[in-house]
DNA sequence: CTGACGATTCACT
DNA sequence: GTGAATCGTCAGC
């Protein structure tokens, strides 16, 4: 598959790049067996002018480091002690932009995939959330920092194309905390995508 | 060093 | 709908 080139990362507009996942396969090679989804849900973290992301007001910290590396290294991080979420820097060095994918239809290595979340249940619990998303890939914070240009973990275009038309925006969620930026429509999700996290959405 | 808390999820009432 | 789980990060002392 056609992992996506640094050029694809690197633009100034992280909600572009945030919409243009939407259909991209996120693949991650761990320990020699392989698990992939598509991307179905992301939101965009617009840096230190967006009170939501970690980086507002340039709150420059060891852990936050990694978003103002160049667009295309991998931002995960442990949220409530329990889950892993992963965001992908982009934009120019210096410039700490990220968007964090909050769910996938997996397609690769279910199996593993199930056996990571160390119970049953429906698929679209492998998938929908951020904490999902990256339980089932196998990310941890071990992963911060590498980029998506690995054999181990890449972002890939398989030629699935999303229309505009079945594209929605709105505003992020557990996000509350942000004031006025929590209402911004930044977050991008496929329309009647079953994997979508949150409640079912209308057709 | 200490204490408070979070870009969440799941089990239970 | 409500609350517990669980720990790295960060600000403050």
């Known amino acids: 598959m056609n992992k996506l080139p640094y050029d694809f990362y690197c633009r100034n507009s ?24 598509r991307i179905v849900e992301t939101e965009a973290y617009n840096g230190i002018v967006d009170k939501a992301s970690h980086a507002w007001n340039d709150r420059r910290t060891n852990r936050t480091e990694v978003m103002y590396k160049e667009g295309g290294h991998a931002y995960v991080y442990l949220c409530y002690g329990i ?26 290595g279910i199996t593993l995939m199930q056996q990571r979340k160390k119970s049953s249940g429906p698929l679209k619990s492998l998938g929908a959330g951020p904490g999902n998303v990256a339980r089932s890939l196998g990310l941890t914070t071990l992963h911060s920092g590498l980029t998506l240009f690995e054999d181990s973990l890449y972002i890939a275009d398989d030629g699935f194309r999303v229309k505009r038309s079945e594209i929605v925006a709105g505003p992020r969620i557990g996000v509350d905390y942000a004031g006025e930026d929590a209402l911004l429509p930044y977050r991008f999700f496929i329309k009647g995508n079953p994997f979508v996290s949150g409640k079912k959405q209308p057709a």
């Open 83 to 108: 889950h892993y979420l992963f965001n992908v820097v982009t934009n120019k060095p210096g410039i700490p932009n990220a968007v964090l994918v909050r769910a996938i239809e997996p397609l690769e």
């Open 14 to 37: 992280v909600t572009l790049i945030a919409r243009e996942l939407l259909g991209k396969v996120l693949v991650t090679q761990l320990d020699g067996v392989l698990t992939s989804g």
